[in-house]
Antibody
């Protein structure tokens, strides 16, 4: 059974930093690209970042480029999102997700999410 | 960047059919994926590659994609289908490569 368990969310002040982690199990972690998707309170889904299975390729949304860094440790089946220079509009539930490619990428499994609140 | 347009809400009586549209420029040339999100829960894959159903999704759910509109259809709607539904496409030449629609709230009357 695929499981994705996020951690690291919480309350931080504007300009602060947080590091999210996602512990994966139930599949061969290194074989799959992974992605982060966030959802602001009462809003829709917004793609944040993704990383290839080998970590050779990363992509970021313009809204987080230069402030967020995605990484993974395939030896520990763990995905990370280092967030810095946080702003109020980064407040959201952050979901870790497993992606599948077959001509197009889509998400086949989602974690339960971790809430990040940026407020003074 | 590529834009996906969904109606904010769709209301349907139990037992009837709900159609959720997802509009985009020549979306018929792309693969469309759909996610269902119930209140307080993480999204769940509801349909992929236009019309393929993941295991666990009832066969009352179907999908189509042509021209400028993709559609998720829910037949014989049940109270448990009440949720937000999001369409999504991926395009390596687009920035961002993953694009989600704004979501449609399906209300069962």
């Amino acid at each position: 059974e695929v499981q994705l368990l996020e951690s690291g969310g919480g309350l931080t002040q504007p300009g602060g930093s947080l590091r999210l982690s996602c512990a994966a199990s139930g599949f061969t972690f290194s074989s799959y690209a992974m992605t982060w998707v966030r959802q602001a309170p009462g809003k829709g889904l917004e793609w944040v970042s993704d990383i290839s299975g080998s970590s050779g390729r990363t992509n970021y949304a313009d809204s987080v480029k230069g402030r967020f860094t995605v990484s993974r440790d395939n030896s520990k089946n763990t995905l990370h999102l280092q967030m810095s220079s946080l702003r109020a509009d980064d407040t959201a539930v952050y979901y870790c997700a497993k992606t599948v490619y077959g001509g197009s990428y889509h998400i086949d499994y989602w974690g339960q999410g971790t809430l990040v609140t940026v407020s003074s | 960047s590529y834009v996906l347009t969904q109606p904010p809400s769709v209301s349907v009586a139990p037992g009837k059919t709900a159609k959720i549209s997802c509009g985009g420029n020549n979306i018929g040339r792309k693969s469309v994926h759909w996610y269902q999100q119930k209140p307080g829960q993480a999204p769940v894959l509801a349909m992929y590659y236009d019309g393929d159903r993941p295991s666990g999704i009832p066969d009352r759910f179907s999908g189509s994609n042509s021209g400028n509109t993709a559609t998720l259809t829910i037949s014989r709607v049940e109270a448990g289908d009440e949720a937000d539904y999001y369409c999504q496409v991926w395009d390596s030449s687009s920035d961002p490569p993953y694009v989600f629609g704004s979501g449609t709230k399906v209300t069962v009357l």
